[in-house]
């Protein structure tokens, strides 16, 4: 798993919005709810691309070290966008989506999506945390 980290303030780079606002969206993410979380607000990107790992560990172990992020720990305001080539998310994927967001307790805003990649990892979790 390669982890990759952007600071941002008040606005995303143009490169990493097109990252997340794509055309191949499932459940889709746009402008606005990114200028929600980010709108006038430090915070940090974090993505994480799936190398040599199977699917089941990359999501398993993504998600366990984003909730061990200090940065993930205080925030309030977060976006997750989940980008797949083939492979489509099942119920242990959305379980481990829901244990992550339960260790954040209960004062948090969330926007979400799935996307389809057309190409490079297999898969990609971005999130934004402000």
């Known amino acids: ?5 952007e600071a941002f303030e008040g606005q995303l780079p143009a490169e990493l919005t097109n990252m997340i606002v794509t055309p191949n969206q499932i459940i889709g993410l746009d402008e606005a709810d990114i200028k929600q979380v980010a709108n006038r607000r430090k915070g940090k990107a974090f993505i994480l691309e799936q190398e040599e790992e199977d699917y089941p560990t990359f999501m ?6 984003l909730g061990e992020k200090e940065e993930v720990k205080a925030g309030q305001y977060f976006l997750l966008s989940i980008q797949t080539t083939g492979s489509t998310l099942n119920m242990e994927d959305i379980n481990h989506v829901n244990d992550f967001m339960d260790s954040l307790g209960e004062d948090f805003e969330l926007k979400w999506g799935i996307a389809q990649l057309k190409e490079g990892a297999k898969m990609r979790i971005i999130l934004l945390v402000s």
């Open 1 to 5: 798993m390669n982890i990759k980290e």
């Open 60 to 65: 398993k172990s993504s998600f366990k070290a």
